[in-house]
């Protein structure tokens, strides 16, 4: 059984927002199942007076006052409250943090160090390949720091976030030899070339929405969502005079930062000149939750916890989506990539029959494309859609547009996953013992499906098309063989 976290709250107290976050899920794949976020600005001014203003102070306590309310209504016990540049850098800070204790929390202010680290193991959560370097753009720093082979390395903070940078041509000219200076002392801008940035945080994601709007993307999901270096200067260019279309749904609070956001960008893609800018929808909160974890939880694969999760928690008769994976593999020759998709499809595709029949392709592709999932890519959610529209009976993803965001080898491919699961799921009637008395396989140029002697009741007219049919997709004959 995947583990299940009770539900755990961070709080986390920076520069621009306070934001409450309950995760539940997976172990090793939270969950958000309450999220909410005020922006207090507290590192406004802080430049310049040293201090934290009264009035962001006033929002920021009211907001965890309320939180604090929230969290004992949710039976929340499991709570940690972090703050980072702005209550680290100003000389008001533990006053701050006395008022936060008389309200009811424990707030523990992040060194420039730890939320680099933090940062990076964020990214490695939900992108446990992640090779490159991190960047975490908050409202008073921007934190660096090198991740590769699961492992979190060179780190730095800069005083350069988006309340804190002076958008005049001046502040412009010292915010880039600041952010020369590091990348030099650091070594990181030496390490960045030619390997992906990992953008994390609220002001580059509304600079992503604005992209995704621009593009006409057709998957409206953030994390995962990756554009070209080159694609900074034209956001500085959109951010600068603001398109009513592409700001839509972007907080006037975000959006008043953009322009500082979309200028570090660009210097940032043309110091590192790295090879992508991928989003990550995790950050420190979320690696304080991975850095928490100890042995197997730690290493499980975050897409397949999840998955097993949501198929788990309502199964129709068994947990059938690994049966069912095991008993189709031995017909693909996959790769480690293509094969942990694979599987978590058919969990997917166990979860999907709790809903009416005439929508199971549609809570499936939904679950695929749409779902809260991390360890994934965007042309990994479209193969995943595309074998569960062929399991439940569909070819065809609901948007055509969705195709080019990965090979069209891979959409073949989880055509005929899908075609295998669909027969799979007929001949078992969703029950994975059942497929135990059965076994598919590949002999010369047909598809033979074996059935023991004693369960060939098993094999009737309908389980004999959709073999057919799997066969033909495959371009071979079928045959079914009792004994």
């Given at each position: 059984?995947?583990?299940?976290?009770?539900?755990?709250a961070i709080i986390d107290i920076g520069s621009n927002s306070v934001r409450l976050v309950v995760y539940g899920g997976a172990t090793r794949a939270p969950?958000?199942?309450?999220?909410?976020?005020?922006?207090?600005?507290?590192?406004?001014?802080?430049?310049?007076?040293?201090?934290?203003?009264?009035?962001?102070?006033?929002?920021?306590?009211?907001?965890?006052?309320?939180?604090?309310?929230?969290?004992?209504?949710?039976?929340?016990?499991?709570?940690?409250?972090?703050?980072?540049?702005?209550?680290?850098?100003?000389?008001?800070?533990?006053?701050?943090?006395?008022?936060?204790?008389?309200?009811?929390?424990?707030?523990?202010?992040?060194?420039?160090?730890?939320?680099?680290?933090?940062?990076?193991?964020?990214?490695?959560?939900?992108?446990?390949?992640?090779?490159?370097?991190?960047?975490?753009?908050?409202?008073?720093?921007?934190?660096?720091?090198?991740?590769?082979?699961?492992?979190?390395?060179?780190?730095?903070?800069?005083?350069?976030?988006?309340?804190?940078?002076?958008?005049?041509?001046?502040?412009?000219?010292?915010?880039?030899?600041?952010?020369?200076?590091?990348?030099?002392?650091?070594?990181?801008?030496?390490?960045?070339?030619?390997?992906?940035?990992?953008?994390?945080?609220?002001?580059?994601?509304?600079?992503?929405?604005?992209?995704?709007?621009?593009?006409?993307?057709?998957?409206?999901?953030?994390?995962?969502?990756?554009?070209?270096?080159?694609?900074?200067?034209?956001?500085?260019?959109?951010?600068?005079?603001?398109?009513?279309?592409?700001?839509?749904?972007?907080?006037?609070?975000?959006?008043?930062?953009?322009?500082?956001?979309?200028?570090?960008?660009?210097?940032?893609?043309?110091?590192?000149?790295?090879?992508?800018?991928?989003?990550?929808?995790?950050?420190?909160?979320?690696?304080?939750?991975?850095?928490?974890?100890?042995?197997?939880?730690?290493?499980?694969?975050?897409?397949?916890?999840?998955?097993?999760?949501?198929?788990?928690?309502?199964?129709?008769?068994?947990?059938?989506?690994?049966?069912?994976?095991?008993?189709?593999?031995?017909?693909?020759?996959?790769?480690?990539?293509?094969?942990?998709?694979?599987?978590?499809?058919?969990?997917?595709?166990?979860?999907?029959?709790?809903?009416?029949?005439?929508?199971?392709?549609?809570?499936?592709?939904?679950?695929?494309?749409?779902?809260?999932?991390?360890?994934?890519?965007?042309?990994?959610?479209?193969?995943?859609?595309?074998?569960?529209?062929?399991?439940f009976g569909r070819n065809k993803l609901p948007d055509l547009a969705l195709a080019q965001l990965c090979p069209p080898q891979q959409l073949d491919r989880?055509?005929?996953?899908?075609?295998?699961?669909?027969?799979?799921?007929?001949?078992?009637?969703?029950?994975?013992?059942?497929?135990?008395?059965?076994?598919?396989?590949?002999?010369s140029d047909t598809v033979v499906l074996r059935v023991a002697r004693a369960k060939s009741a098993l094999v009737g007219a309908s389980v004999e098309r959709?073999?057919?049919?799997?066969?033909?997709?495959?371009?071979?004959?079928?045959?079914?063989?009792?004994?």
């Amino acid at each position: 059984m995947t583990p299940r976290r009770q539900p755990t709250a961070i709080i986390d107290i920076g520069s621009n927002s306070v934001r409450l976050v309950v995760y539940g899920g997976a172990t090793r794949a939270p969950s958000p199942i309450f999220n909410e976020k005020v922006l207090a600005g507290l590192g406004t001014g802080l430049g310049e007076t040293g201090k934290l203003a009264a009035e962001p102070q006033e929002v920021a306590l009211a907001a965890l006052a309320r939180f604090r309310l929230l969290l004992k209504y949710m039976s929340v016990g499991d709570t940690s409250v972090v703050a980072t540049a702005a209550v680290r850098d100003a000389a008001n800070g533990p006053a701050f943090v006395r008022a936060i204790k008389r309200i009811g929390f424990d707030c523990a202010v992040l060194s420039a160090k730890q939320e680099a680290r933090l940062a990076g193991q964020g990214v490695l959560s939900a992108i446990p390949a992640a090779d490159g370097i991190v960047g975490d753009l908050g409202g008073g720093s921007l934190e660096l720091v090198e991740v590769a082979g699961g492992a979190v390395g060179h780190a730095t903070s800069l005083p350069l976030g988006v309340l804190r940078v002076d958008q005049s041509a001046a502040g412009e000219r010292e915010a880039l030899a600041i952010l020369r200076a590091a990348l030099a002392d650091s070594g990181l801008g030496k390490s960045g070339r030619g390997r992906p940035l990992y953008m994390v945080g609220g002001s580059w994601r509304a600079l992503a929405k604005i992209d995704m709007l621009a593009r006409h993307y057709p998957l409206p999901i953030m994390h995962g969502y990756a554009m070209t270096p080159a694609r900074a200067a034209a956001l500085r260019h959109m951010v600068a005079a603001p398109d009513a279309t592409f700001t839509k749904g972007i907080a006037a609070a975000r959006l008043a930062t953009s322009p500082v956001a979309a200028m570090l960008l660009q210097h940032l893609a043309e110091e590192l000149r790295p090879s992508a800018l991928v989003i990550s929808s995790f950050g420190i909160r979320e690696g304080l939750l991975f850095d928490a974890l100890r042995g197997k939880a730690r290493g499980a694969d975050p897409l397949i916890a999840a998955a097993r999760d949501t198929a788990g928690t309502d199964p129709r008769f068994d947990r059938h989506g690994k049966a069912l994976d095991a008993w189709m593999g031995s017909m693909f020759d996959d790769g480690p990539d293509m094969r942990r998709l694979r599987l978590a499809a058919c969990l997917f595709a166990d979860a999907a029959w709790r809903v009416n029949a005439d929508q199971r392709c549609e809570r499936g592709v939904e679950m695929a494309l749409h779902g809260d999932w991390v360890g994934v890519d965007h042309g990994d959610r479209v193969v995943m859609a595309q074998a569960l529209s062929s399991t439940f009976g569909r070819n065809k993803l609901p948007d055509l547009a969705l195709a080019q965001l990965c090979p069209p080898q891979q959409l073949d491919r989880a055509r005929c996953w899908g075609m295998a699961m669909r027969l799979g799921q007929r001949l078992s009637g969703g029950v994975g013992a059942a497929l135990s008395a059965t076994s598919l396989g590949l002999v010369s140029d047909t598809v033979v499906l074996r059935v023991a002697r004693a369960k060939s009741a098993l094999v009737g007219a309908s389980v004999e098309r959709r073999l057919a049919r799997f066969a033909e997709a495959l371009g071979h004959q079928a045959a079914v063989t009792i004994g």
